[in-house]
């Protein structure tokens, strides 16, 4: 969209949007709210954490490289148990998670988790 006068010009771009959420119980209720990204926030990383039969769904806006470093280092074992971290970036491309998830209290130190293990990936 253009929006012009005689001494100014104005351009907007539609920046990236995604799906936020972090302590929804079903994939459904995650996407009822949405954010868009500000810059340097680029890409839309979610992040679905499994133990012991538990499932928690994080959606955030991200950096590219801290989503694909996090994505990189998550794992589940043959369990399913574990983090799995999934980026996109375009225009609300974190739909998916699970179809339905119990919240568990180790939701809460999920993101620190994930901090944890990408810091001690570089060092």
């Given at each position: 969209m253009m929006w012009s006068s005689s001494s100014t010009s104005i351009s907007t771009?539609?920046?990236?949007?995604?799906?936020?959420?972090?302590?929804a119980t079903t994939n459904?209720?995650?996407?009822k709210s949405e954010q868009d990204c500000q810059a340097p926030l680029?890409?839309?990383?979610?992040?679905?954490?499994?133990?012991g039969g538990f499932t928690a769904i994080s959606k955030t806006?991200?950096?590219?490289?801290?989503?694909t470093?996090?994505?990189?280092?998550?794992?589940?074992?043959n369990n399913g148990n574990?983090?799995?971290v999934t980026c996109c970036n375009s225009y609300l491309c974190n739909y998916s998670?699970?179809?339905?998830?119990?919240l568990h209290r180790w939701l809460l130190v999920l993101p620190l988790l994930l901090i944890t293990l990408l810091f001690r990936q570089h060092t």
């Open positions: 771009v539609n920046a990236l949007k995604c799906y936020v959420c972090g302590s459904q209720e995650c996407n680029d890409t839309c990383m979610t992040t679905v954490g499994t133990l806006c991200s950096n590219s490289k801290l989503c470093s996090a994505a990189a280092i998550a794992s589940v074992d574990g983090v799995q998670g699970a179809a339905s998830v119990t």
